[in-house]
Nanobody, 115 residues
C-alpha cells in the first residue's frame, strides 16, 4: 500500500520559514517524479514545485527564489523549504508522486502565514 505522509506545516509569521516533508512508503521512490501542490480557500489546486527523478526542478513564478524542492532517495522523502513566506502562501499543501499514468497524493497539510 502506497502512503504519502506530510509533516512540518503550521502557523508562521510573514517573512518566516517552514520546511515541509513528505515521507513515502510502499513504492520504489527513486523512479517517480515528485511535486508539491497547494490549494487556498476558494481557489483551484496549483502546482508549486516539481522535481523529476532526474533531479530537474520547476517552480510556479510566485515562489521562485523563495521555495526549494528537494528529495532524499535514501529516506524516501521529498522536502519543500519555504522562505520569506507571505500571506498569499497560506494554503493546504499536498505532495504528489507521478510516473506515466500513476499518481499518488498525500492527505495535505495546512500552512498559515499570518501575524
Amino acid at each position: 500500500q502506497v502512503q504519502l505522509v506530510e509533516s512540518g506545516g503550521g502557523l508562521v509569521q510573514p517573512g518566516g520559514s517552514l520546511r515541509l516533508s513528505c515521507a513515502v512508503s510502499g513504492i520504489i521512490f527513486s523512479i517517480y517524479n515528485l511535486a508539491w501542490y497547494r490549494q487556498a480557500p476558494g481557489k483551484q489546486r496549483e502546482l508549486v514545485a516539481g522535481l523529476t527523478s532526474g533531479f530537474r526542478t520547476n517552480y510556479v513564478d510566485s515562489v521562485k527564489g523563495r521555495f526549494t524542492i528537494s528529495r532524499e532517495n535514501a529516506l524516501n522523502t521529498v522536502f519543500l523549504l519555504m522562505n520569506s513566506l507571505k500571506s498569499e502562501d497560506t494554503a493546504v499543501y499536498y505532495c504528489q508522486m507521478s510516473r506515466a499514468r500513476d499518481q499518488y497524493w498525500g492527505q495535505g497539510i495546512q500552512v498559515t502565514v499570518s501575524s
